[in-house]
């Protein structure tokens, strides 16, 4: 039978096949589950601290721990935690973390599992230094690279040590950043150059990672290097991981957005959820997004007998994604006064630079291209728009009361039973669109003040019933047709009939929308768009998130996360348990974390480790509490220099830890201000915020007051 797992096939999970690579007794990759990671926060040098971690990390499902070794104190004391960790009878395979120093990652190897390099910073020191390498002087860096790395891959491969080559977008070397830009083409071959060296040393027990903070730069540099592992028959592991996620609910939708999208298209092999916390906080969260993959992995994979037209491989996807305009193109539409059609995406103009960025074989002269820039997504798209619905009147009436003012909530989404005269009074003072949602409809002319009905399609018959209404074709609303999966037949036939069957009746009426009500949201509304794309109908999708899953934020984030970075869906509704400034808050942070939409502050804000000089929980805890009302504004939290500056490219402003208790500030890339008392650092960060007149003040931006969505973290 033909092999499908090598395909992305949006109607059934496929992972992809890698080969199999130990981590002491762990096998990661093959037919091994996605195994969960995490980094300890205590310094490496004190054993009862980082002892207390791990067992704390095992004991809540953590399977691999990653620990940093920034001195040769802390590779020296590595002999020790393992002599207790034995003694205490805790099994858990080790990493050690190395940035700059090959004579640590060296010793290193003697004491743990497997050793992460970082190919941007293991022969090189960031300089920022613009120049033009020739292919001879190009040739003479991956030389003088050689020279340093091969000695660490003999050794790892006599010893039976694992690696990670783990790029990260912040931490590019000059080298790659001359040649390819700060872009995932150049995250692709920084580990390449690293890969073929270990190669040619015939050391193969490798696996990758490619993090950003970006999440759209994290897909897309994950979806390039599967591309070009699969053009060259390799099949190495990859570790998931979107960096400097920072915390609460921001830092677990931006984590589930970046990791779950890869997920569901069978991209990943283990993952580690970076936040700003507690690292035991980390592990419920990976959990969570590995539980379905895992589950589905082992079910028989043979594809349905019929299945619609869509399969895609990592090259289109990455293609998809790299394309200026992501955005699925629609007919123009609107619901009252929004409206549903994409505009052309923002994008810096042109200029001379050496830092070109590169697709593939195409070099453009601007860095700052759509999706991997640092402006990706705060253009002038129509904007997603958010619905939520409202369980009943005495709530319309609180929920009129707190956001009337706050222009970003743009809708409602209210349930058939609410359709009264106290909840249209309501909506109407509020100016904004009022929607209905009903499977027993007799007449869409009953609901003559709705600006949108939602007509329920659970059968066949219901939708030729449907499709026979006058009222349904001569009604001035939008009318959003919901089929409701998997009692309906999608996976058959009968769904592309009535695919023609829509298309004959969209003639008739210029508002018509498409939605599904499914347990499997990111590939069944990848099938839909395909569908409707293959027959030419540029209606509106409507993205719902329906599950009951308790908490939702990290399984509706991934779902509707890989969707949204792909420019599928033109509004997002988050149904289930939570209250509706959940959902809301839920909503504006999926569509902030994929990108697409910018209601709020964006920090990137790095998970503590033993090379944090301060308590980085409490420092992000005080900086939001003063900078979380500033819409758009993007500003970096980081605890040490490993990929501070690197990331500052894509933060507007940045607080570095440089020392015990010392900070410097950076504007982008540039640092302003070096080794500042931590006391003052954050006074001095708010006047650099002001002297670059990025500030308002909190009465100034609507909302900013109460803690929802302007300012919720």
């Not at 033909?2 to 949006?10: F, G, I, L, N």
């Not at 009361?401 to 039973?417: K, L, M, Y």
């Not at 047709?481 to 998997?486: A, D, M, Q, V």
């Not at 779902?559 to 959940?582: C, F, P, T, W």
Request: with cysteine; proline share 6%; aromatic share 8%.
């Amino acid at each position: 039978m033909h092999d499908h797992r090598h395909m992305v096939h949006p109607n059934l999970y496929t992972r992809r096949p890698t080969r199999t690579v130990f981590v002491g007794h762990m096998g990661m990759g093959g037919n091994n589950p996605i195994r969960i990671q995490s980094m300890t926060s205590s310094s490496t040098k004190d054993t009862d601290a980082t002892i207390a971690e791990i067992k704390a990390l095992v004991h809540a499902g953590c399977e691999i721990v990653r620990l940093t070794v920034p001195t040769k104190a802390d590779c020296d004391n590595l002999k020790n935690i393992r002599r207790v960790l034995k003694q205490k009878k805790i099994k858990c395979p080790l990493v050690a973390d190395i940035h700059f120093t090959p004579s640590i990652a060296m010793e290193a190897v003697n004491y743990v599992e497997k050793i992460r390099i970082n190919p941007g910073n293991f022969a090189d020191k960031k300089l920022f230094e613009q120049r033009d390498y020739t292919d001879q002087e190009y040739a003479a860096e991956i030389l003088r690279i050689t020279e340093k790395f091969a000695p660490l891959v003999i050794k790892c491969r006599d010893q039976g040590v694992a690696m990670r080559i783990g790029t990260n977008h912040g931490s590019l070397s000059d080298r790659i950043m001359n040649r390819y830009g700060n872009t995932p083409t150049g995250m692709v071959e920084s580990a390449l150059e690293f890969l073929y060296i270990a190669i040619q040393n015939n050391f193969h027990d490798l696996v990758f990672s490619m993090k950003a903070s970006n999440t759209k730069v994290m897909i897309a540099a994950y979806r390039l290097l599967a591309m070009r592992l699969d053009e060259k028959g390799m099949n190495y592991p990859f570790h998931l991981g979107v960096t400097e996620a920072g915390d609460g609910e921001d830092g677990r939708i931006k984590s589930s957005v970046g990791i779950g999208t890869l997920l569901h298209e069978g991209i990943g092999d283990t993952i580690r959820v970076s936040l700003t916390e507690d690292s035991v906080h980390e592990i419920p969260v990976a959990g969570v997004l590995a539980a379905p993959s895992n589950a589905l992995f082992y079910i028989k994979l043979d594809p349905p007998p019929q299945t619609p037209p869509c399969h895609w491989t990592h090259q289109d996807l990455y293609n998809r994604h790299s394309q200026m305009d992501t955005r699925r193109q629609t007919l123009k539409q609107s619901v009252g006064d929004l409206s549903f059609e994409p505009r052309q995406v923002f994008s810096m103009p042109r200029r001379k630079s050496p830092w070109g960025t590169r697709f593939g074989n195409k070099i453009f002269e601007s860095p700052a291209r759509v999706g991997f820039s640092a402006l990706c997504g705060l253009g002038n798209t129509e904007p997603v728009r958010v619905w939520t619905d409202v369980p009943s009147v005495h709530d319309f009436k609180n929920f009129a009361e707190t956001v009337s003012s706050d222009p970003c909530f743009e809708g409602i989404e209210i349930p058939a039973g609410l359709y009264d005269q106290d909840v249209v009074k309501i909506v109407n003072s509020m100016n904004l669109p009022l929607s209905v949602m009903t499977s027993n409809i007799a007449s869409i002319n009953d609901f003559p003040d709705a600006h949108k009905v939602v007509c329920l399609v659970k059968s066949r018959s219901h939708l030729d019933h449907l499709l026979n209404m006058d009222s349904v074709h001569h009604a001035p609303c939008h009318l959003e047709l919901c089929f409701k999966l998997p009692d309906y037949p999608f996976y058959t036939e009968a769904f592309l009939d009535d695919v023609k069957r829509i298309r004959q009746f969209a003639n008739l009426r210029p508002h018509l929308g498409v939605s599904l009500i499914t347990s499997n949201p990111a590939q069944d509304y990848r099938i839909l768009a395909s569908t409707l794309d293959h027959h030419n109908l540029k209606f509106p999708i409507h993205l719902r998130y329906s599950q009951n899953i308790w908490p939702p934020h990290t399984d509706a984030s991934a779902h509707m996360g890989s969707l949204l970075v792909d420019g599928i869906g033109d509004s997002l509704q988050i149904a289930g348990l939570i209250s509706y400034q959940e959902k809301l808050s839920l909503s504006y942070g999926i569509l902030q974390a994929c990108r697409v939409r910018i209601t709020k502050t964006e920090f990137i804000a790095c998970p503590s480790c033993g090379r944090t000089l301060f308590d980085l929980k409490s420092v992000t805890t005080q900086i939001k509490a003063r900078t979380s009302h500033l819409k758009g504004v993007k500003i970096a939290i980081m605890g040490c220099i490993v990929n501070g500056p690197g990331e500052m490219a894509d933060a507007d402003f940045g607080y570095v830890g440089t020392g015990k208790k010392k900070v410097s500030l950076y504007v982008g890339k540039n640092c302003i201000e070096k080794n500042i008392p931590e006391d003052e650092a954050l006074e001095r960060l708010i006047s650099l915020i002001k002297e670059h007149n990025r500030w308002v003040d909190h009465p100034a931006y609507p909302g900013a007051t109460r803690g929802s969505i302007a300012n919720s973290g």
